[in-house]
């Protein structure tokens, strides 16, 4: 397995400001699927994201990547497993606004320890190889989410966790972003694992997990459809 899940529990704050974003959850997660979190806002998708992406630790329970317990690392470590194996896009783009769309991806290389020519080689796979020396404020929303897409990947991580990265787009651009996460995980293997409030955008997944309250609702094997057909 990808992920194994084992009674995760996260809460926040005590007494009566207790707040439980995850309540005590099992879950197997296969690899090399694409498999879409879906569910109401404050139902917990951000928050198992979080722990599955190292950014955040539980409350209680665990969660192995392919065997190891991931919620036993420490900072470092955390850190560490980030960078080689987690690539991250958000909502927000959070581009640095000083740098061209190219210098953006090869910042994330650096970090990385590898060639910057996969940055370029990343730019070339979210179809923006013509706009390389391109400022962030010159790129169109959709744009600027591709060249955060190629951030995430141009270190050819092994899962791409992705929280709403269509929610500030359009329908045409959207459907524009989800075109290229599909051949990304197409040409690279790469698991994605999306977040969205969007049943609809669940449809081109293998895999629907869908969280009520904390909890797994309904875990669905789905036979995944092309973006073009999905209903918007």
């Known amino acids: 397995m990808l992920y194994t899940i084992e009674k995760l529990t996260k809460t926040y704050g005590e007494g009566e400001a207790k707040i439980t974003a995850l309540d ?8 090399n699927k694409i498999v879409a979190i879906l569910g109401a806002s404050g139902s917990g998708k951000s928050t198992l994201l979080n722990i599955l992406g190292c950014m955040d630790l539980p409350t209680a329970g665990a969660a192995l990547f392919k065997g190891e317990d991931i919620t036993r690392l420490n ?11 987690i690539g991250f896009v958000f909502q927000s783009y959070n581009l640095l606004p000083d740098l061209t769309a190219l210098e953006n991806v090869e910042f994330s290389t650096e970090l990385a320890g590898i060639s910057s020519s996969e940055a370029r080689n990343a730019m070339d796979l979210v179809g923006l190889s013509e706009r390389l020396n391109n400022f962030p404020k010159q790129l169109s929303g959709g744009e600027q989410q591709r060249v955060s897409i190629a951030r995430a990947i141009a270190k050819k991580p092994e899962v791409l966790l992705c929280d709403e990265p269509t929610g500030a787009l359009d329908l045409n651009t959207g459907i524009k972003v989800l075109d290229v996460l599909v051949n990304i995980h197409k040409q690279n293997g790469t698991s994605v694992l999306l977040i969205t409030h969007n049943s609809n955008i669940a449809a081109i997944a293998d895999i629907v ?3 009520r309250s904390g909890k ?9 459809i092309p973006v073009s057909e999905v209903e918007w």
């Open 209 to 211: 997990i869908s969280l």
């Open 216 to 224: 797994i609702a309904n875990v669905q094997q789905n036979t995944p």
């Open 24 to 31: 005590g959850i099992d879950l197997e997660i296969p690899p």
């Open 75 to 85: 900072k470092k470590q955390m850190t560490e497993f980030r960078r080689k194996n």
